[in-house]
Structure formats: structure tokens, C-alpha cells
């Protein structure tokens, strides 16, 4: 007969998969090669890929690697405004219609971002302009066919005491029994 299990299943003794310390590196990664440029991001199409503004005013697309996607991402998220880290895939041949490709290097959180701007001698102009998360709230974004702005309507600006008609048109059509059906 087996005794009566005092101890527990073997599976609260093994280690855990999957954990990772912090990913995020204390040293500040700057661009070493002439490949590597600084950019912004300003459009996420999904599917591991984005618009890129870089720092020599160039629009590309951005192939997020494996090392940003899928598990252990939660330290460095790709959203729109995030400073980053690109390399130009030099190697690829250009045409005139498609748009050039690079690829996802580093990605600097906000702290990173001021001790960049300090550290690198570059033209951050370009990169400043295009953050759309400092867009402040008193300035007011407009598309082709819609403006947004932050003007609340007080019910004083409506008119209080215009009449409301609501007519239904008359077709001549009966009204139908349920009890008929």
C-alpha cells in the first residue's frame, strides 16, 4: 500500500522557465557606424513592422527583430513617438517606388532620450518636431475632413427653447394585426 504523500508533487521544487532578469541595459547605446541613424517612430502598421522618421529626413520602414516582439517585450515597447535606434540594410538594392527598409536596433526610454541629446552632437530637430506625444492639449490637431480640439459646449450654447417636430410621412400603408400574422 503507498503511504500518504506528506511532501507535496515534485513540481513545486523545480525552477521556474521563462524568467528573465531586467532586459533593459544600464549603458547608453549610441550609434557607432555610419549605417546607424537615430529616428522616431511615427506609424505602427503591425506584423512587426513601422514608419520611421530619421534623423537625415527620411521616411523608412522598420523590421522590428525577434529580440522586441513577442516574450520578454514588456521592457521595451515600440509605440508612436519612441525615440530609437536604426540600422540601414545597405546591402539590399534600392528602387525609386518602394520604400527603403532598416532595422530595429535600440529603443531609448525618456530618461535615455535627455541623456542622448546631451551626450551626441546631432540635429535632434527633426526628431523633436515629430513627437507626437508632446503634441500639448491646448493645440489642436486637424486631418483633411476633421479637426479635433479640446472646446467643451456648455448647454447655455444651445438654444433652449426651439420647437421640435418630428413628422412621419403617411404612405397610405395599414397597420398590421400581430393577430393576423
Not at 509605440?79 to 538594392?93: H, Q
Not at 486637424?142 to 447655455?156: H, M, P, Q, R
Request: include cysteine.
Amino acid at each position: 500500500m503507498v503511504g500518504k504523500n506528506t511532501l507535496g508533487g515534485k513540481h513545486k521544487h523545480q525552477a521556474r522557465k521563462f524568467v528573465n532578469g531586467p532586459s533593459r541595459s544600464v549603458k547608453l547605446v549610441v550609434s557607432t557606424d555610419p549605417c546607424e541613424l537615430y529616428a522616431i517612430i511615427i506609424k505602427n502598421l503591425g506584423d512587426g513592422m513601422c514608419h520611421v522618421h530619421c534623423i537625415d529626413n527620411v521616411v523608412r520602414l522598420c523590421i522590428i527583430r525577434g529580440k522586441f516582439r513577442g516574450r520578454n517585450k514588456r521592457s521595451n515597447f515600440v509605440n508612436i513617438g519612441s525615440w530609437v535606434l536604426v540600422g540601414k540594410r545597405e546591402w539590399e538594392t534600392q528602387t525609386k517606388n518602394k520604400i527603403e527598409k532598416c532595422d530595429l536596433l535600440e529603443i531609448y526610454s525618456p530618461l535615455d532620450m535627455e541623456r542622448l541629446q546631451q551626450t551626441v552632437s546631432a540635429d535632434w530637430k527633426i526628431l523633436i518636431n515629430n513627437d507626437v506625444s508632446k503634441v500639448s492639449n491646448e493645440e489642436k490637431i486637424s486631418d483633411d475632413y476633421l479637426e479635433f480640439t479640446n472646446n467643451v459646449i456648455v448647454e447655455e450654447d444651445f438654444i433652449k427653447d426651439a420647437p421640435i417636430s418630428l413628422q412621419m410621412e403617411d404612405e397610405g400603408e395599414e397597420d398590421i394585426n400581430i393577430d393576423d400574422i
